[in-house]
Structure formats: C-alpha cells, structure tokens
C-alpha cells in the first residue's frame, strides 16, 4: 500500500522483506528517503537506523522514516535516538505519509535536538510539608544488602534492599533507592492523593542495591511532585549519567526524561549542607567506589545512616597471604576508624552495615562490609543510644538474622556498653522525641 502510494505520488520505490535486504538496497541505490518498520526479521529498525548512520560513505544522508504498531513513547524516543528522523504509528494513513514528506522533504540528515524544557515553577508543598510534622521519625522500607530476596524465610525482617524513609521538621529525606522505595511511594501516593509532595533523596552510593527501585517510585511519575536526588560522583560517571542509564533501553521502558515530576538531580561538592531545617553531615566509607554515609541532625535527635562501610583495622588486621601488616599501616587504619566513631558519636539512631558474623567476615575480606562485632564495638565506643543491624546478606534468612541481633545484644553486654540493638527490619517505625532519645 505505502509503495502503490508512494509510486502514484511519483517517488521511485525500492522494495525489501527484511531489514538486512533493505540495508544492501540502501546501500546500493542511495535512495533519498527510507520507510522503515521497527520490528522485522534478521535486521529490525533500529539496527537499520544504526547501519545506515554509521555508513561514513552514505552522503548525503537519507530521511528515515520508521513506522511501528507500538505506541509506546520509548519505541519513539528509541528510535529516533538510533537514528530516526520521523515515527509513524500504524495504521499509516497514505495522505499522513505524503503529508509528512510533503512538509519535512529533504536528503540531508540533521539530528533535530529536543525541545528546549519550559520554564519550570517548583509545586507549592505548603501542605504537604505541614502534614510532615514532629516528632521526627525514622521508617525502614528495604533492609536488605545486595539483592532482594523475597520468600518464605525472610518474611519477618524483609527482603527489599536499601531505603530508609525519615521526616523530620517538614521534610521528607529519602535514604538510598533500593527496592525498598517502590512500596515507600505507593504509601505517599495513598497518603497525599492529589496533594503535591516534596522528597529529597540521599543517595549513599550508585552500587545497584541501593538505586535500582527508582524507577518505580511512582512519585516521580506524577507532573505536581518535586523529586530531588543528591549524591557524589563515582568513579567514571556522574551520579545523572548513572541513574539515566538504568532507565535506558532496553533496561527499562521510561527514560528518565520522559518522567514528568518536577525532577532535579544534584552531584553534591560539600560534606555538609542542610535540607531545609535538618543539617546533614557526609562522611566518605571505606567501600568500592565512591561511598558516604550520612548524618542528619533534627530538632528532635540524631540519625546516622552507613549502609555500606568496612572498618579499616577489621580489613588490615584480617589474615592474608602477604607479610603482616606495619605498625604504621595499623596505625593509620585505627585514626580512619576513629574518624568514624566521631562520625557518630553519641548519636541516637545509627542504621549500620552488619553484612557478616565473624565467621563468614573472613572469606569476605575485602568486600566493603562489616561483622557485626565490629558494628558493636564501635557503636559502643562512641556511646550510640540505638543501633540497627542493616544490609541484612541475601543468604540469611530470619532465623539467622534473629541470632546475629542476640549476639550482639550479648557483646553490649560484654562491652559494659548501653546501646539498644535491634536487626532493622521493614515496616519498623522510630520516633525521636524533643529531648533527643528514641521512643
């Protein structure tokens, strides 16, 4: 039908059945304008677009034109990214086809850039920032470290990955985007209704445990929100490039900027700063990559969140293969862990990696988590109020975690220490009250 209308309109058409043929008749007869459809055997469309953008000798370029039965907006956006100067939705129209080339003719390729974005005004959060209130409270939504782990044996703890919801003097800081964060978002998106809503994100570090439940926060899919996710830069990519290219296809169906809240991501330079009335502190882990945890301090108490850290005495210390140790090297691992415990000094919440028991710690030398002996002891030495057990292995079930939790309890003991030990676990809810100690 597209050839008969084409061929009546005067164009000279040539025919292919498949994606790779219509390359080499491409190729071969330097047509000005290719129709294309996206989903063909041996070659689809995008491969088509790609062959053909990437042929140095192919000059001047084609008009491509890709038509589909899919109406879904990454199938658009993907294929122009590949290469697509136009997309049609089928059924195609004969006059829309004309109409097109028509208004747009040409032979020379010229990547159209997106539209400027219009000017954006925040959403007015009066309300929702009332209903965030006092008392200040902490809400664990994932607990688990490395993958999720949903199941039988995981159902009292939980088995999303890392996210922690606190609100705190009329803001809501999110810590970290782990699984966790979906079911977080499907509660405010029943709590407030219509009512727009304001989230900061914290994010520790870009590891995929701790980010890969962002794309369905369903927050940020609404245009009244206002999303703002913080974080350091890693080791090759910003923290925009990292999340953007999660929701890349074929990862995920939406790209990031196709979301339509009111979104802003922002690469952090100052280990402290404040969101709105709370004051955050950050303090770089010792974890691969580029890793922090990070303190707030609310009017009503302390929180301080290390999700991934191995302390640096545990790791010197720790039997290896070569020579033991200097002096100066265990010096210097000891002064970075008492950096630490300032970090978090006579803090009233502290949420810690405890990943491993002693046991397991030592075929896990070197992979950026903690024991929770080492959780304990230096939550004693700095004369924290609570401590939660956090980052839970994927390979522990409840009964596990339950045992880790007394036994830290009983080296409290044995420490002479007071702190309140607790495995976190989801659905768990801590309020801080004025005078500074959780109820």
Not at 250 to 260: E, G, H, N, Y
Not at 283 to 293: K, T
Not at 322 to 334: F, I, K, P, R, T
Request: glycine content about 8%.
């Amino acid at each position: 039908m597209l050839s008969r209308t084409l061929e009546d309109a005067g164009w000279a058409v040539q025919q292919a059945d498949a994606g790779d043929t219509g390359v080499e008749l491409a190729l071969e007869h330097r047509p000005e304008v290719i129709v294309t459809d996206l989903l063909m055997p041996r070659f689809n469309g995008y491969q088509v677009c790609r062959a053909i953008r990437s042929n140095q000798a192919y000059f001047p370029q084609p008009r491509i034109i890709v038509v589909s039965s899919s109406n879904y907006a990454a199938d658009r956006s993907n294929s122009i990214d590949a290469g697509a100067d136009d997309f049609l939705l089928k059924p195609i129209k004969p006059v829309e086809l004309l109409h097109l080339l028509d208004i747009e003719g040409g032979t020379t390729f010229i990547r159209r850039n997106p539209s400027p974005p219009k000017d954006a005004t925040p959403p007015d959060t009066t309300f929702f920032r009332r209903a965030i209130g006092n008392p200040p409270t902490v809400r664990f939504w994932g607990v688990r470290g490395s993958i999720a782990t949903p199941g039988d044996s995981t159902l009292k703890y939980g088995g999303n990955t890392t996210c922690i919801e606190v609100r705190a003097d009329g803001e809501l800081i999110v810590l970290d985007a782990g699984t966790g964060i979906r079911n977080l978002g499907r509660k405010l998106a029943s709590e407030f209704k219509s009512q727009p809503i304001e989230v900061s994100i914290l994010i520790s570090h870009t590891h995929w445990d701790h980010i890969q439940g962002f794309p369905f926060f369903i927050p940020a899919y609404s245009s009244q929100n206002q999303i703002r996710i913080m974080g350091y830069e890693g080791a090759r990519v910003g923290l925009q490039s990292v999340l953007t290219s999660q929701m890349e296809s074929p990862f995920f169906p939406v790209s990031m900027q196709q979301l339509p809240g009111y979104l802003q991501v922002e690469e952090l330079k100052e280990m402290e700063f404040m969101i709105g009335k709370v004051k955050v502190r950050a303090a770089f882990m010792n974890h691969p990559g580029i890793c922090v945890g990070y303190r707030l301090e609310t009017s009503g108490g302390s929180i301080a969140f290390l999700p991934d850290n191995e302390p640096h005495s545990r790791l010197r210390m720790a039997p290896a293969t070569e020579s033991a140790q200097s002096y100066e090297v265990l010096a210097y691992a000891q002064k970075q862990d008492e950096k630490l415990i300032e970090f978090i000094r006579d803090c009233d919440v502290v949420i810690m990696d405890s990943q491993y028991d002693a046991a397991e710690y030592r075929s896990h030398i070197g992979w950026g988590h903690t024991c929770v002996d080492d959780a304990v002891a230096l939550a004693v030495i700095a004369k924290v109020k609570q401590l939660f057990l956090f980052h839970h292995d994927p390979d522990h079930d409840d009964t596990k975690v339950d045992s880790m939790a007394e036994w830290a309890r009983e080296l409290v003991a044995i420490h002479g220490g007071s702190v309140v030990v607790e495995a976190a676990r989801e659905g768990v809810e801590v309020v801080l009250n004025r005078a500074g100690k959780p109820a």
